[in-house]
């Protein structure tokens, strides 16, 4: 017969604890064994009487502590100081209007092409699966639509679009 779950808690806590601290540091190891009991909790009624509940309780452990790790790396990272102001560089309407303009007037494949290309740095491989037809087709429409961009807008070389 299977043990109470506040017993299963008793007896591992101490161990899941270590575990978390181990894997994450004093900060967020009381939130990830939080975590691991809140989710041993729900499948431990489906769990066998045979199973080895420690080994088990410190897999979720590791997972749990997994998590934390990625959900780290999406969060911002604080800075001390800030730029003045922002870049308009690369950016619709910012220093480089004209450019922007010249962009807008291409073709709608070629300037599709040249955004995922050069904007993106998608494979002309990946672009012919988003706008259908080939990799050489699409090849061609940004080859195409820079050589345009070359004759329209004259900084649009020495910017930096290169074939």
Not at 9 to 34: I, M, Q
């Amino acid at each position: 017969m299977k043990q109470p779950f506040e017993k299963v808690v008793a007896r591992h806590g101490a161990t899941v604890l270590r575990v978390c601290r181990a894997l994450l540091g004093v900060h967020d190891a009381d939130d990830a064994w939080s975590e691991t009991f809140l989710s041993a909790l729900r499948a431990y009624p489906d769990l066998p009487e045979t199973a080895n509940v420690e080994a088990w309780l410190v897999t979720i452990a590791r997972r749990k502590a997994i998590d934390v790790h990625r959900a780290t790396r999406r969060n911002a990272v604080a800075v001390e100081d800030l730029p003045e102001t922002p870049s308009g560089l690369g950016v619709p309407g910012g220093d480089d209007m004209d450019l922007w303009d010249a962009v807008v007037k291409l073709p709608d494949k070629q300037r599709q092409a040249i955004t995922y290309r050069y904007l993106a740095g998608m494979s002309h491989a990946e672009i012919a699966a988003i706008l259908g037809g080939t990799a050489e087709a699409t090849r061609r429409a940004a080859a195409d639509g820079l050589n345009t961009l070359r004759k329209s807008y004259p900084g649009a070389h020495a910017k930096g679009a290169s074939s």
